[in-house]
Every structure is written in C-alpha cells, then in structure tokens.
C-alpha cells in the first residue's frame, strides 16, 4: 500500500498570509494526487486533482504542484474561509489512501 | 443540481449488520465510479470501496474485506454498501463520493452529507 504523509500537522497563519502545505507518497504516483478541504461537520471538497489541476469554482489562490513522489498545496493569499483541514489523497492504485490532514487555523 | 445523499447509517451492535444507500441525482449515474469513505470520530479520511460504473469492478480497503459489500442499482441512481460482522473500530461517518471523471479513479469531485454508524453495545 502507498503510505501518505503531510507537513506540517498544522500550522497557524494570518489573513493574506501564503500557506503551503507539503504531502509525500512513500512511492512514485506520478501525478495521480487530489488536495481536499474539509470544514468541521462538512464533507470534503475537491481542490485540486492530477497534482495540478484546479477543480471548477475553486478560487485561483489554490494551487498545487509536484509529482512523483512530492507534492505541495499553495495558497497564495489565505482568507476567512480557508481556514479548514487539508487533505492529499493519492490515486495511482488501490487503495487508494489519503494523507493525515494538515489543520489551517488563525493565528 | 447534482446531489448524494445517504441513508441508513445507526447504532448497531458488535457483530451485527447494517445496509447503506446513497441516492444520486444530477448526473449521469451509470458512466461514474462510485465511492464510499469513511472518517471515525475526531480522524481522518479512510478510502473503504469503490465500484466502476458497469458495477463489473470492486475494490476494497483490507480493513473491510470480506466484510463489506459494494453495490449498485443503475436502474435506481443508487449505491450501497452491505456492512457485516461490524467492529468498533468501524464506528464513522459515511461518505458517499462521485469519481470525478467517467472511467477514471482519480478523484472524488462530489460528496454526500455523510451518514454515522455507530457500532457499541
């Protein structure tokens, strides 16, 4: 099975900061990686899929890169409703398997 | 609107058996891969099964293996999940999820609300 990692665990930021959150893939997945957002209470939601690629009606301050084994989340200039837990989720075989979160709170 | 919402989630029994639905709306049900993940109390997300759209594909996670059973009604617009010999530790909430492209497994683009099942005597 493909074990996922994410940096940091959390991290506290500030309106306007940039924020990146790091995954690592204990494999080479090329580019088969997701980044969700979850609320408290709420379902996921898809950011970003196949490493890069910005899912429709997510703002452009998201964005993600790496591949193989390396992935980031950007956000560029974080705002009120950033402020949530991350997931990366890899998609290269199954199972498939998610990284452990990284939390995004107020600093 | 494109739309999942399940049902049948509850207190169940070690041991016991529960069956989940998800009604899907919105959307061409029968060309997509279906998913469900589950996410226990205060933890993160755990992939457990996924079905092609022709249902001739499932997959597991091995902590459900054998127990669990993914289906789906095309018929219908539905998805279930048959959840047998339940565990403590299986004790979520259950999301129902949409892969993102027909075909494909490389994301899940649309979630249900969630439905919890506890499992407690």
């Known amino acids: 099975d493909i074990q996922m990692t994410q940096s940091p665990s959390s991290v506290s930021a500030s309106v306007g900061d940039r924020v990146t959150i790091t995954c690592r893939a204990s494999?080479?997945?090329?580019?088969?990686l997701a980044w969700y957002q979850q609320k408290p209470g709420k379902a996921p939601k898809l950011l970003i899929y196949?490493?890069?690629s910005l899912q429709s009606g997510v703002p452009s301050r998201f964005s993600g890169s790496g591949s193989e084994t390396d992935f980031t989340l950007t956000i560029s200039s974080l705002q009120p409703e950033d402020f949530a837990t991350y997931y990366c989720?890899?998609?290269?075989?199954?199972?498939?398997?998610f990284g452990p979160g990284t939390k995004v709170d107020i600093k | 609107e494109v739309q999942l919402v399940e049902s049948g989630g509850g207190l169940v029994q070690p041991g016991g058996s529960l069956r989940l639905s998800c009604a899907a709306s919105?959307?061409?049900?029968?060309?997509?891969?279906m998913s469900w993940v589950r996410q226990a109390p205060g933890e993160g997300l755990e992939w457990v099964s996924a079905?092609?759209?022709?249902?001739?594909?499932?997959y597991y996670a091995d902590s459900v293996k054998g127990r669990f059973t993914i289906s789906r009604d095309n018929s219908k617009n539905t998805l279930y999940q048959q959840m047998n010999s339940l565990r403590a530790e299986d004790t979520a909430v259950y999301y129902c999820?949409?892969?993102?492209?027909?075909?494909?497994?490389?994301?899940?683009?649309?979630w249900g609300q969630g439905t919890m099942v506890t499992v407690s005597s």
């Open positions: 999820a949409k892969l993102r492209a027909s075909g494909s497994y490389d994301a899940f683009d649309i």
């Open positions: 919105g959307f061409t049900f029968s060309i997509y891969a």
């Open positions: 079905i092609s759209g022709s249902a001739e594909r499932t």
């Open positions: 494999q080479g997945i090329s580019r088969w």
């Open positions: 196949a490493a890069s």
């Open positions: 989720q890899q998609a290269n075989s199954f199972p498939l398997t």
